[in-house]
């Protein structure tokens, strides 16, 4: 086949259900680096397009770590396997964030992604100064100017611009290096860039938000989209609509992967995989799943609710992801979900995708949407750490491989080759 899967696997320090950090089997103590380390190798040996680490710069859950920090660590860990990290539009700088990836990218030898994210933890505006969290369309704004300064900085060296001429006393060619002279509503940034580019050129810019004015960005900017989708049918309408998106912005349609969450829980057989989830599920404890159903339907306080009763008419967020909101809101609505039952539902995949069942049913799915153009790949969530992850390597890719879905080596040695970018 001349066309395969992307797949990512999207890293949590304990796994991605609500309840992982109380698995039997999950290691409490172990320095968090050294468990990433050996997934994102096993990651690797399995050929995996990238790792995906997400952020917030508040406290949600369970302590994580600054995600470049980690991914620097890990370029020098691994060799060929791309590294994407989270970095905020709202409580950061465009210089400052364009130098982190472009020291990323070129210190991995070209395997950096950029996910641009808005925020959507309102928590996160008391770390900064801000009594409360920047509206959406504000958050959205900042980001496209935000986005339009890194690029440039991204772009101020021209290809070949480095002659290292000893002779000459000539390190770089001046002509060939350009500064931004950047001024606008959110940003004044001269430039250029102090950090030289990647053999790739630079990192990929990777976004989530699925609202209309998410999409809309992500057309415009990104090159990777990760995205919540529950159900094939809302899948294959979100892919055909950002693809169209994207050709009206001038591009091409293969310019932009678009890679749905993925929550699989994977047993040799059904029964096996059932009694992995029911275990989890059996661990959730209800303050936790309550607050992660209101931190995910909006950052709304759902605890004066009975658990049991419907999930209440909410407003329409203002500082969390209004296509999270509507996904959860329709999702309890169309079912007739209590609160405690919708919490369960999302324990795990949070909206997502989500597969219980023998590698031979995971492969059927994830080739089902591939095919019927509802993916152009995976970002796949770990149940639980260290086991879910390796479940999916071990049974679902071979699986993946013997179908000609997914590659058996690296044919390159950068994320946008990985990508076929």
């Not at 303050?287 to 209101?294: E, H, M, N």
């Not at 049974?395 to 013997?402: A, C, G, K, W």
């Given at each position: 086949m001349?066309?395969?899967?992307?797949?990512?696997?999207?890293?949590?320090?304990y796994?991605?259900?609500?309840a992982a950090?109380?698995?039997?089997?999950?290691?409490?103590?172990?320095?968090p680096?050294?468990v990433f380390?050996?997934?994102?190798?096993?990651?690797?040996?399995?050929?995996l397009d990238?790792?995906?680490?997400a952020?917030?710069?508040?406290?949600t859950?369970?302590?994580?770590?600054?995600?470049?920090?980690?991914l620097?660590?890990?370029?020098a860990?691994?060799?060929?396997?791309?590294?994407?990290g989270?970095?905020t539009t709202?409580?950061?700088?465009?210089?400052?964030v364009a130098?982190q990836?472009?020291?990323?990218d070129?210190?991995?030898?070209?395997?950096?992604?950029?996910?641009?994210?808005?925020?959507?933890?309102a928590?996160?505006?008391?770390?900064f100064?801000?009594?409360q969290?920047?509206?959406?369309?504000?958050?959205?704004?900042r980001?496209?100017?935000?986005?339009?300064v890194?690029?440039?900085?991204w772009n101020s060296?021209?290809?070949?611009?480095?002659?290292?001429?000893?002779?000459?006393?000539?390190?770089?060619?001046?002509?060939?290096?350009?500064k931004?002279?950047?001024?606008?509503?959110?940003f004044?940034?001269?430039?250029?860039?102090?950090?030289?580019?990647?053999?790739q050129?630079?990192?990929?810019v990777?976004?989530?938000?699925?609202?209309?004015t998410?999409?809309d960005l992500?057309?415009a900017?990104?090159?990777?989209?990760?995205?919540?989708?529950p159900?094939l049918?809302?899948?294959?309408?979100?892919?055909?609509?950002?693809?169209?998106r994207?050709?009206a912005?001038?591009?091409k349609?293969?310019?932009?992967?678009?890679?749905p969450?993925?929550f699989?829980?994977?047993?040799?057989?059904?029964?096996?995989a059932?009694a992995?989830?029911?275990q989890?599920q059996?661990l959730?404890e209800p303050?936790?799943?309550?607050?992660?159903?209101?931190r995910?339907?909006?950052?709304?306080?759902?605890?004066?609710?009975?658990?049991?009763?419907?999930?209440?008419d909410?407003?329409?967020?203002?500082?969390?992801?209004?296509?999270?909101?509507?996904l959860?809101?329709?999702?309890?609505?169309?079912?007739?979900?209590?609160i405690?039952q919708?919490?369960?539902?999302?324990?795990g995949?949070?909206?997502?995708f989500?597969?219980?069942?023998?590698?031979?049913?995971?492969?059927?799915q994830?080739?089902?949407?591939?095919e019927?153009?509802?993916?152009?790949?995976f970002?796949?969530?770990?149940?639980?750490?260290p086991?879910?992850?390796d479940?999916?390597?071990e049974?679902?890719?071979?699986?993946?491989?013997?179908?000609?879905?997914?590659?058996?080596?690296?044919?390159g040695?950068?994320?946008r080759?990985?990508?076929?970018l």
């Open positions: 001349s066309r395969q899967l992307s797949i990512a696997a999207f890293m949590m320090r796994g991605h259900h609500v950090w109380r698995h039997p089997d999950t290691d409490l103590e172990s320095n680096f050294k380390r050996e997934q994102v190798r096993n990651a690797e040996k399995a050929c990238a790792v995906f680490f952020d917030s710069v508040a406290l859950g369970a302590p994580s770590l600054e995600p470049l920090t980690l620097s660590a890990l370029a860990s691994t060799e060929k396997i791309g590294l994407i989270t970095a709202t409580y950061n700088e465009p210089y400052t130098r990836f472009a020291s990323l070129l210190l991995s030898d070209g395997r950096a992604g950029w996910n641009l994210v808005t925020s959507d933890n928590a996160e505006a008391a770390n100064g801000r009594e969290h920047v509206a959406h369309a504000d958050r959205y704004a980001a496209r100017e935000f986005h339009q890194v690029t440039g900085l060296w021209e290809p070949g611009a480095f002659v290292n001429d000893k002779r000459g006393a000539l390190p770089y060619d001046p002509a060939m290096l350009h931004l002279n950047y001024r606008g509503e959110h004044a940034v001269a430039g250029p860039l102090n950090v030289a580019p990647s053999p050129g630079r990192p990929v990777v976004q989530a938000g699925s609202s209309e998410g999409r992500a057309a900017t990104a090159e990777m989209v990760f995205t919540a989708q159900s049918a809302k899948a294959q309408a979100f892919y055909s609509d950002l693809k169209q994207v050709v912005k001038g591009r349609p293969e310019s932009l992967k678009i890679m969450g993925l699989a829980v994977v047993g040799r057989t059904q029964a096996e059932d992995k989830f029911a989890l059996a959730i303050k936790a799943g309550l607050a992660l159903l209101g995910m339907i909006g950052n709304f306080d759902l605890s004066g609710y009975p658990l049991d009763g419907p999930l209440p909410l407003p329409e967020t203002q500082d969390g992801q209004r296509s999270r909101q509507q959860l809101t329709d999702l309890a609505q169309g079912e007739n979900l209590t405690r919708l919490y369960e539902r999302i324990a995949g949070r909206g997502h989500t597969v219980v069942g023998t590698p031979e049913a995971v492969a059927d994830m080739q089902q949407w591939f019927q153009g509802a993916a152009d790949g970002n796949f969530m770990a149940p639980a750490l086991g879910g992850l479940d999916f390597l049974l679902v890719i071979p699986e993946l491989q013997r179908r000609g879905l997914f590659r058996t080596a690296y044919a040695s950068t994320l080759s990985h990508l076929g």
